[in-house]
């Protein structure tokens, strides 16, 4: 299928590994120009290298897109994007007694007030052009509380509550917003996440993976290039009538209905 972005420009956060890079891999398979951006340098640049070998027209920008400086840089490179690809790293695990409000903040910041700030910034030229995708990257506790993840629990349903009026008000210009909710994919974050519940628990981190897959009806974690491809349908001219919309993807993990 034709997703019919071939040209479309595209800002895909926090893109040098993980689920976003897997967005910007299936943005430019697509034939969009992608501009990424992260703080690291290093992973960044050889994401870059490695989608323009591919034959994308990439544009790496390394900043950190929770400052307002950083936010410049990557609309200096991209002002006018036609897609947004909102990615960040999870806050930190832990217990709610011991999180301070600068912990909160921080989280916050990050997670809800950064994604707004680019979607602000963005979103009405896309109005005004008469399209636009914009893909919130959140997580399944949107849907679920996740234990010990109470900062990006509550960071993630503020940016959901915040958006879902505007999603309704811009369908009508041919511009969605959308938010994606992982479950467990094969990322650093997970391993990072497994691997502080196994030092918890005394326990091998192999352990833990073993626990996590078992509880997966698909019976795996997901991948990255998997997520991509959904994130990048959503992006596509076939894709304009929905919006609002939260979708999950965990192998089946939630046990509800709706």
Request: hydrophobic share 45%; glycine share 12%; aromatic share 4%.
């Amino acid at each position: 299928m034709d997703l019919g972005i071939k040209g479309k420009s595209a800002i895909v956060c926090a893109a040098s590994k993980g689920l976003g890079k897997g967005c910007a891999a299936a943005l430019a398979r697509e034939g969009a120009d992608v501009t990424i951006c992260a703080r690291g340098a290093e992973a960044l640049n050889a994401t870059a290298r490695e989608l323009a070998a591919d034959g994308a027209n990439v544009t790496p920008v390394v900043c950190d897109v929770t400052t307002e400086a950083g936010r410049k840089a990557l609309l200096a490179a991209c002002p006018n994007p036609d897609i947004l690809i909102n990615n960040a790293g999870g806050p930190p695990p832990g217990d709610f007694k011991d999180f301070t409000l600068e912990d909160w903040r921080k989280a916050v910041e990050g997670n809800m007030i950064t994604p707004i700030a680019l979607i602000h910034a963005t979103v009405y030229g896309m109005m005004e052009r008469g399209f636009g995708r914009i893909v919130n990257i959140t997580s399944q506790s949107v849907k679920a509380p996740i234990p010990a993840l109470e900062l990006s629990n509550g960071a993630r349903v503020g940016l959901t509550g915040a958006v879902a009026v505007l999603a309704r008000r811009s369908a009508r210009s041919n511009v969605t917003i959308n938010g994606i909710l992982p479950g467990p994919f094969a990322t650093d974050r997970l391993r990072s996440v497994n691997q502080k519940a196994a030092e918890a628990r005394n326990i091998p981190v192999a352990t833990i993976d073993a626990e996590r897959r078992a509880a997966i009806p698909a019976g795996r974690f997901g991948t990255p290039a998997e997520f991509g491809a959904v994130v990048a349908f959503l992006c596509s001219q076939h894709a304009g009538f929905i919006t609002g919309q939260n979708i999950l993807i965990d192998g089946g993990g939630f046990p509800g209905l709706l």
